[in-house]
T-cell receptor, first 112, second 114 residues
Framework: LAKTTQPISMDSYEGQEVNITCSHNNIATNDYITWYQQFPSQGPRFIIQ???TKVTNEVASLFIPADRKSSTLSLPRVSLSDTAVYYCLVGARMDSSYKLIFGSGTRLLVRP | ETGVTQSPTHLIKTRGQQVTLRCSSQ?????VSWYQQALGQGPQFIFQYYREEENGRGNFPPRFSGLQFPNYSSELNVNALELDDSALYLC?????????????FGSGTRLTVV
């Protein structure tokens, strides 16, 4: 059974680096791993995607080990506006069907 | 480049009724997926369409059905509404090249079943 697991919540302070890990087994072999940010009453917003090793864009980095059974989102120097829920999203093949599975979500609180 | 738009933004229905939610994909995207997000929970995958055919489905009963049109817009239909169907319904579009890539989400339709 494919399942994704994230820490329920994390606290940080402005200017710190935050790392959020998602564990995912049974990931579809050729899918990207993507991460999203969600504010209340809004749709998820794409942050970053990767297939393996490390990917960096202007807002985050994504680290994926060789076995691809986990991924870590790294947010450098967080600010108050980064307070949100963060989700990983992976594709999985189960019961001869393709499914997209969101992580359980990590509620990040950034304090002044 | 327009993003993903969903309509309506809010909807109230009575138990047992049927509802149709609509989604316009981002320009250039050929894949659309739908999700149900209950209050305080993560999005749950309902199904995905690629070139007008369903190519993935989550653990939702058959009363949840969908369509994708030639212009890649999509509909989600829910029959025999139940109180537990009250949720935010999200649509997302992407470009499918044999693998799922970053999805662009709409702002959702808030469905309340009374």
């Amino acid at each position: 059974l494919a399942k994704t697991t994230q820490p329920i919540s994390m606290d940080s302070y402005e200017g710190q680096e935050v790392n959020i890990t998602c564990s995912h087994n049974n990931i579809a072999t050729n899918d990207y791993i993507t991460w999203y940010q969600q504010f209340p009453s809004q749709g998820p917003r794409f942050i970053i995607q990767g297939y393996k090793t490390k990917v960096t864009n202007e807002v985050a980095s994504l680290f994926i080990p060789a076995d691809r059974k986990s991924s870590t989102l790294s947010l450098p120097r967080v600010s108050l506006s980064d307070t949100a829920v963060y989700y990983c999203l992976v594709g999985a093949r189960m019961d001869s069907s393709y499914k997209l599975i969101f992580g359980s979500g990590t509620r990040l609180l950034v304090r002044p | 480049e327009t993003g993903v738009t969903q309509s309506p933004t809010h909807l109230i229905k009575t138990r047992g009724q049927q509802v149709t939610l609509r989604c316009s994909s981002q320009s250039g995207h050929n894949t659309v997926s739908w999700y149900q997000q209950a209050l305080g929970q993560g999005p749950q995958f309902i199904f995905q369409y690629y070139r007008e055919e369903e190519n993935g489905r989550g653990n939702f009963p058959p009363r949840f059905s969908g369509l994708q049109f030639p212009n890649y817009s999509s509909e989600l239909n829910v029959n025999a509404l139940e109180l537990d169907d009250s949720a935010l319904y999200l649509c997302a579009s992407s470009t499918w090249t044999g693998q799922a890539q970053g999805y662009t989400f709409g702002s959702g339709t808030r469905l309340t079943v009374v």
